[in-house]
């Protein structure tokens, strides 16, 4: 493929590796010095150690926002996932009063910012007095991420070929069976991408949450109240942990749809 | 095709109905009850008036914030989308094989907490930071530049880092999108590589810029995270008006009112851009 504009073809890898600069300067920046000896900044880093490193382990603090944030990651996903499947499902196959008005507000929390959706929550559980607790967090991830589940599983199944469905339905098969032998292996892709999609963002969301907390942090809101008391390189350690466990997740996730985009035939014949 | 029995349906069709009935429109109802409510020594009153609006539409302090927002995510979503289009058509059109793996690279940061991403600018930025120190080490300032942390300018770049990859994603997915023929086709009967990405590529690739320009805008204006961590006094935006309002200044009700002015903004927005796009998209 000739690059229509010609000339430009030199600023244009310049352009592009100046972006990459940027967009990984401050993630090498915070890596560095998490293995700072002294506190963060200053140049050039020295003293290098792992003591930070060691410091996160007796971390109770820490460790036990980290168990919090692991906890309402996977409730969020169980929410968002058994409620986006069969709103994906309402949307591609049904037809109900108001659906126009359903998909949009369905999708609406992926595009508003983070604390109109925490406040109208906030209200919601403040009105019917319910204590805000990591359960409230769980609602509000759960409702938030629903619009990522439902645009994932909906993708998913405008790619389904119905005709395996069918084919099910006039053999005999009942609705049940045909949407657990069928419909179901069919979207594994997309439910299980979707789920690790709605787990990583609820692992980093900050605005909902800071809303919705009670007296247990997650991990961004433990970071976030020790950001304003002074900046340690225990924050540029634990993020730097955090950010290899989601390589290794991003890596993961590559290799399932490599091996699912190869071995596509892996469930027709295994069942 | 009516294969699905009406009980699959209504089985597929309540339960998310009933939920986002009971989590996203009743919160959405109360945002708008306490928009008109009023809070008399410290007790939320339920007394309908206009007052909070009154009161935004009477102090010049609120619109001026507010205009803030609104340049400082003007500025994010000019500079997101000057980084993130040449990049796309970069990635779209002349990477070649390394296409995929520069993609992975543009994804990544996302992976990184946002939070964290702002906690690294704010020790890159500081007058002890990673910049300054750097800067009297290679000799070129003598003192700290004061200027670079605590300002709107750390907001806009931390704002831009954070959200060009958001900007990015639609606009790589409309290049990718546009039949390759059309571009061979327009260089066969001669027209400027400068011509085709201004008749051909560019009117294509307008819904997916706009979808990003509509993320990045709408993102940015309601964030106040990074600005109570790297805005100073100069760099409060509306949310952290908001956020003061429900927390230590206790006005319920008129946090909701600006938080309510701000979700329609949100949504007429969106409906305009939701309009632009059918009008531009390719038929």
């Known amino acids: ?271 | 095709m009516n294969v699905y029995s009406r009980v699959y349906k209504l089985v597929v069709t309540i339960p998310p109905l009933a939920w986002v009935a009971i989590f996203l429109v009743a919160p959405y109802a109360f945002l708008f009850c306490f928009s008109f409510w009023s809070v008399q020594s410290q007790t939320i009153v339920h007394h309908w008036s206009l007052h909070n609006y009154l009161r935004l539409a009477g102090n010049p302090v609120y619109a001026q914030v507010l205009l803030r927002s609104m340049r400082i995510a003007g500025m994010v979503t000019i500079l997101a989308l000057a980084l993130s289009f040449p990049l796309a058509y970069y990635l779209s059109f002349r990477a070649g094989a390394r296409k995929e793996l520069l993609f992975q690279l543009v994804i990544i940061p996302l992976w990184v907490s946002y939070l964290v991403r702002a906690y690294a600018w704010k020790t890159i930025l500081g007058s002890d930071g990673v910049l300054n120190t750097l800067l009297q080490y290679t000799g070129l300032v003598t003192h700290p530049v004061a200027f670079l942390l605590y300002s709107p300018f750390a907001v806009v770049l931390t704002l831009t880092h954070i959200y060009t990859p958001f900007a990015f994603l639609p606009i790589y997915a409309s290049l990718e999108h546009i039949p390759r023929s059309l571009v061979e086709a327009s260089q066969d009967l001669g027209a400027s590589g400068f011509r085709i990405l201004r008749t051909v590529i560019l009117p294509l690739a307008l819904p997916g810029i706009l979808a990003g320009a509509t993320f990045a805008f709408v993102l940015s204006l309601g964030d106040f995270l990074a600005p109570l961590l790297l805005g100073g006094p100069g760099g409060v935006m509306i949310s952290n008006v908001v956020v003061s309002l429900f927390g230590a200044a206790y006005d319920w009700p008129l946090g909701a009112a600006i938080s309510l002015s701000m979700l329609a903004l949100v949504v007429l927005l969106l409906m305009a851009t939701e309009r632009l796009e059918k009008k531009w998209s390719f038929r």
Do not use: C
């Open chain 1, 1 to 271: 493929m000739e690059l229509p504009v010609k000339g430009a073809a030199g600023y244009l890898r310049l352009h592009a590796m100046l972006v990459f600069a940027f967009l990984y300067l401050p993630i090498a920046v915070l890596v560095v010095y998490s293995f700072n000896g002294e506190s963060v900044g200053g140049f050039p880093p020295h003293n290098w150690t792992l003591r930070w490193y060691s410091m996160l382990l007796d971390d109770d603090a820490l460790l036990a926002s980290v168990g919090n944030s692991l906890l309402v990651a996977a409730a969020a996903m169980a929410v968002s996932l058994l409620l986006g499947f069969p709103a994906a499902l309402a949307l591609d196959r049904a037809s109900f009063p108001g659906k126009w008005a359903f998909r949009r507000l369905v999708l609406l929390p992926l595009i508003l910012p983070g604390i109109i959706t925490g406040l109208s929550l906030l209200m919601l559980f403040v009105t019917a007095g319910i204590k805000l607790s990591l359960l409230t967090i769980m609602l509000g991830h759960g409702t938030a991420l629903i619009s990522v589940a439902t645009t994932e599983i909906f993708a998913g199944l405008q790619k389904l070929d119905r005709a395996q469905e069918e084919a099910s339905l006039d053999l005999g098969a009942s609705q049940w069976r045909t949407f657990w032998r069928i419909t179901v292996p069919n979207l594994r892709l997309s439910i299980v991408g979707a789920g690790l999609l709605i787990f990583t963002l609820s692992m980093d969301e900050i605005a909902v949450s800071f809303f919705l907390i009670g007296r247990d942090n997650t991990l961004p809101l433990e970071i976030w109240s020790r950001l304003r008391r002074g900046i340690t390189p225990e924050i540029n350690a634990v993020s730097a942990a955090i950010f290899a466990f989601s390589l290794v997740m991003i890596v993961l996730w590559y290799r399932l749809r490599m091996r699912n985009a190869t071995g596509e035939s892996s469930y027709e014949i295994g069942s």
